[in-house]
């Protein structure tokens, strides 16, 4: 088996540490931007020319707004596509790698590694339970990161057009989350902030959200904070109360007459935000077992961010869901 990494920069690396360990791998084509002969990296230019070389998966680590162009191409080569977060910028490009993938029967994945959070996954059966006996009447979820001036500084990283902000980057794996557990959205309002000196984009955003199906939502990121501090989530029924915290929604806890208790059975260290089941994402990639991943179910995700920005970007209030593309990507 032949695997291709598209993009070599931190995310990269973790897929290549994880790759080079598994013996049914036979090469690892690394592929960013520039040629480095010294750590076997080859320009995306000259290995698209490349003839006769046969890959087997392909992974896109590459800067946000590259991955249409990368993924696209292994896609029209049918090959397996797993595409980091966001998948694209552009909604019509979303689109174009969804009929791409359907029309070459070849699938194409995105990554949210903390939906296998033992906590999470503990999490969505507790709000399963509770849907049957009562109603979860308020949630929320907060991110406060650290996100310094040089990480800012490689000319991609915060910008509408290469990126996005923090909504974007870093607090869509809450959104992910948020979306997965409770449903659609009827409405929402934002309020947020600018770090001119650090990004173009937002590094604060605030929403309250208000889902179809009755529950009110808070939600708060922000990367302006001093230190990497937490990302929570709490659940509040008429009888129960959940919470999770840690790095990256890793502890799980649950309330008992007013105590707050962990559950160690259902919670992970983590020392950094991305955690830790990149590798697993990676074996089920490897086994065509993602579904759930799968790009066109989890355009939604995309079209609530377009729709967010573009409130942003109008200062707008309340309002219907209107998908259509924003500054994103523009």
């Known amino acids: 088996m032949n695997v291709a990494i ?27 931007k520039f040629d480095n002969p010294k750590k076997n990296i080859i320009a995306f230019k000259k290995f698209k020319n490349l003839k006769n070389i046969k890959i087997d998966y392909a992974f896109i ?22 595409i980091e977060k966001p998948f694209v910028l552009k909604l019509d490009d979303a689109k174009k790698l969804i009929r791409l993938s359907k029309l070459n029967n070849v699938s194409c994945y995105t990554v949210f590694q903390n939906r296998f959070n033992a906590s999470l996954i503990e999490l969505k059966k507790k709000i399963t339970n509770l849907k049957k006996t009562q109603k979860i009447f308020y949630v929320d979820f907060r991110m406060f990161w650290k996100r310094d001036s040089m990480y800012y500084s490689d000319g991609w990283h915060g910008k509408y057009k290469y990126d996005g902000g923090v909504l974007t980057n870093q607090a869509i794996h809450m959104l992910d989350i948020m979306i997965n557990f409770f449903g659609k959205i009827r409405g929402f309002n934002v309020s947020f ?21 009755g529950t009110v939502i808070n939600f708060v990121s922000t990367t302006r904070a001093d230190f990497n501090y937490e990302v929570s989530i709490d659940i509040f029924s008429h009888l129960k109360r959940y919470k999770i915290e840690g790095i990256s929604m890793n502890k799980f806890y649950i309330y008992k007459k007013g105590k707050k208790i962990l559950s160690k059975k259902n919670s992970e260290y ?8 990149h590798a697993k994402l990676i074996n089920l990639f490897l086994k065509n077992k993602l579904k759930d991943f799968r790009i066109e179910k989890n355009i939604y995700t995309l079209e609530v961010i377009h729709s967010i920005y573009n409130q942003i970007k109008n200062r707008g209030n309340l309002l219907p869901i209107k998908f259509k593309q924003s500054i994103l990507g523009a």
Not at 8 to 32: A, C, Q, R
Not at 271 to 276: F, L, M, Y
């Open 6 to 32: 598209v993009g070599t920069g931190n995310v990269g690396k973790i897929y290549f540490s994880i790759l080079k360990k598994k013996k049914i791998i036979n090469k690892i084509y690394l592929i960013d």
């Open 61 to 82: 680590c590459s800067p946000s707004y590259l991955h249409y162009e990368h993924a696209r191409f292994f896609l029209k080569k049918k090959i397996p596509t797993l």
């Open 270 to 277: 983590f020392s950094q935000g991305h955690g830790i089941h």
């Open 193 to 213: 902030g600018f770090n001119k000196k650090k990004l173009e984009a937002e590094d604060l955003i605030s929403l309250k959200f208000e889902m179809f199906s």
